[in-house]
């Protein structure tokens, strides 16, 4: 069977149904040799008003090519696309509306499978969701994060810089020149984000969960590796719909523990939570804020990586990636789940070599020498936070772990702004109805 000739668009009759799409489909270039093979569609959250996402063109092409290569009908469709910086009042707001669009389009039209090519922050997650709910045969294919930017010998990384030097800025430590220079190198190549925040953490925790195929999450936009990585990604669908693994099937609730420990050991952004709890939603799978802290409080903190630590995503690659941790993190990790490379994360990490070089082990520490012996996000309750917060301690200063001084409220981020030089060093600064 083909997606051609199921779920026709309804016009009473089903064989009418299907006998009016394939008149349609003909003018398309498809003839009765397609109408047998397996329909791949391509949701392709592409915009030039998303820059993160300008360079998917080719990207496609390649899937296309792996789809073409081995059967498949590639049938590429758009949905929302989420720019974060572009995107107002914030992206995040729309990423159940793009959660919905994907859901909806995957199961609108008569598709066999889908590869979803996403990688700004929200449409990796909104991806995920929609295809959890859609539940046909599903692979993630991220854009990749940008290249290292560099100003004066020092790494630049979008965008936990673009709010550090607007305050070296405004502290009179950095003058107009330099931070024109500095605003040029920042978002240095296409790609997403390129520290560990919350675009390359949700490709590494998709890749964890087993959704995209290994070493996918952290590979550079630019590197040509990305390339054969999305043809991979097309030839792997079409062997997807031939064995009929789902989404729900791959994502299990043990998919997304591993997720969490990885999150843990890589000490990912803050936002993943939000976004593995709404995605493990969709499956009725329940992710109570208690499991991360558990998981972090029992996993090692291995990855050295900007905003927690000195790296960023291409210095990650080339030490080996989501692999090289979870390979670390073997014995912690379900290593039955199944993925989609139809093998399990044992049989994945089975071969994988982890690059041997000691430089790699600055980047990502091996386990009997961990960074830390937690993970890098905690849960804390209080009775300022009575249904838990999340936070993020290895991106803090150890001495502003314990810390007693004045609070200063302000009720939204322009308030902050306004009234952030009124603010001396120990206050505590809390901000609400802020998400970003
Ligand atoms: Fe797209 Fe940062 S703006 S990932």
């Known amino acids: 069977m083909s997606g051609w000739n199921d779920n026709a668009t309804s016009y009473g009759d089903p064989e009418f149904s299907v006998f009016l799409r394939r008149a349609f489909a003909r003018h398309l270039g498809f003839d009765d040799i397609d109408f047998r093979k397996p329909v791949i569609g391509i949701c392709n959250t592409y915009s030039e008003v ?11 092409e390649a899937v296309k090519r792996g789809v073409l290569m081995t059967g498949g009908i590639p049938l590429e469709f758009p949905t929302i696309s989420l720019g974060e910086v572009f995107t107002s009042p914030t992206a995040m707001l729309y990423r159940n509306l793009a959660a919905l669009d994907t859901e909806e389009m995957i199961r609108a039209q008569p ?11 929200k449409t990796t997650p909104a ?27 020092r790494t630049l990384g979008a965008c936990t810089d673009c709010r550090f030097y607007w305050q070296e800025y405004r502290a009179g430590r950095v003058d107009v020149q330099e931070l024109e220079e500095i605003n040029q190198a920042l978002a240095a190549s296409a790609g997403h984000c390129m520290v560990m925040g919350s675009a390359s953490t949700m490709a590494t925790v998709a890749e964890a969960m087993g959704m995209m195929l290994p070493g996918a999450a952290a590979l550079p936009a630019p590197d040509n590796r990305r390339l054969r990585l999305a043809e991979e990604t097309g030839r792997q669908i079409v062997s997807l719909v031939q064995a009929g693994l789902r989404p729900s099937q791959i994502l299990t609730y043990e998919a997304f523990v591993n997720a969490i420990r990885v999150l843990q050991a890589v000490g990912g952004s803050t936002n993943a939570v939000i976004h593995l709890v709404a995605i493990a939603g969709r499956l ?27 790296f960023q995503m291409e210095d990650f690659a080339k030490a080996g990636g989501v692999p090289a941790v979870m390979k670390e993190l073997e014995d912690l990790l379900h290593r039955d789940c199944i993925t989609v490379t139809q093998h399990t994360v044992g049989e994945n990490l089975a071969g994988f070599h982890r690059p041997q070089h000691e430089k790699y082990r600055e980047i990502i520490a091996v386990r009997s020498h961990p960074l830390a ?39 939204s981020v322009e308030d902050m702004e306004a009234r952030i030089d009124e603010v001396k060093t120990t206050y505590i600064i809390s901000i609400e109805y802020c998400i970003i």
């Not at 598709?111 to 922050?121: I, R």
């Not at 992710?287 to 802290?293: A, G, K, Q, R």
């Open 50 to 60: 998303n820059r993160c996402h300008t360079h998917f063109p080719p990207l496609v």
């Open 111 to 121: 598709l066999d499978g889908v590869v979803l090519v996403g990688g700004c922050d």
């Open 127 to 153: 991806q995920l969701m929609g295809a959890a709910s859609a539940d046909i045969p599903s692979i993630l294919l991220t854009g990749g994060p940008m290249l290292n930017g560099e100003y004066e010998g």
């Open 284 to 310: 009725g799978i329940d992710l109570p804020l208690s499991l991360f802290d558990e998981l972090g409080r029992e996993t090692p903190f291995l990855a050295n990586l900007r905003p927690a630590g000195r």
């Open 373 to 411: 012996e937690n993970g890098g996000i905690a849960i804390l309750t209080g009775n300022l936070a009575p249904n838990g917060a999340v936070i993020k301690p290895k991106a803090a200063a150890p001495q502003l772990l314990t810390h007693t001084g004045r609070a200063v409220v302000f009720d």
